[in-house]
C-alpha cells in the first residue's frame, strides 16, 4: 500500500511524496515474544558445575518459597576449612517462583507445588544474597534471604 501526500511549495507549487504506512517496530515484536514465551526463554535455568572433590563436607537444606520469600531466610554454612557441598531442596507453594543466589550463578523456575534440588559448591567464605522472587533477577524490593558461609 503506498500513500500520496501532496505538500504546497512556498510559490504555490505543489509537490508529490510517496510514503509507505508504519509497520510495527522491533520494540513491539519483542514484547509479543515475551508474552508468548515467558521471561523463561531469555533468563534460562543456570546451575554452576558441582565438581565436588570427595573429600567435600555435605550438607542439605529444605527450603520452602511462599508469597515471594523463602524460608528459613538465613543459612549458616560452616565448611570446616574444607569444600563443601552444598543441596538445598526447594518446594514452591502457592505461586510460580524464581530462585537465585546470584554470586554462585543460580537460577532456577518453580511451578506452585513443584520441587527442585539444586547443589552447589561452597569453596569461598561470605554472606551471599538469595531469594525467591516473580522476576529472574533479584531486585532491591524483592525480599532477600542470607547465606554465610563460614
Known sequence: ??????????EGSSTTKKTRPRRPGGWSWLLLAI???????FFPETSPSTGAPASAKRLSFTMVARNYRC???VLAVDREGRSA????????DGAKH??????FGIRRYLE?????????????SG?????????????PLDHK????IR
Request: proline share 6%.
Open 71 to 73: 524460608e528459613p531466610s
Open 98 to 103: 524464581i530462585f537465585s543466589i546470584p554470586d
Open 35 to 41: 508474552a508468548i514465551t515467558g521471561c523463561a526463554s
Open 127 to 139: 554472606v551471599f544474597d538469595f531469594g525467591c522472587t516473580r522476576f529472574p533477577v533479584i531486585t
Open 1 to 10: 500500500m503506498i500513500l500520496f501526500v501532496v505538500r504546497m511549495g512556498s
Open 85 to 92: 557441598l552444598v543441596t538445598l531442596i526447594l518446594r514452591s
Open 112 to 124: 506452585p507445588g513443584q520441587e527442585a534440588t539444586v547443589e552447589f559448591l561452597a569453596e569461598r
Open 145 to 148: 534471604g542470607k547465606l554465610a
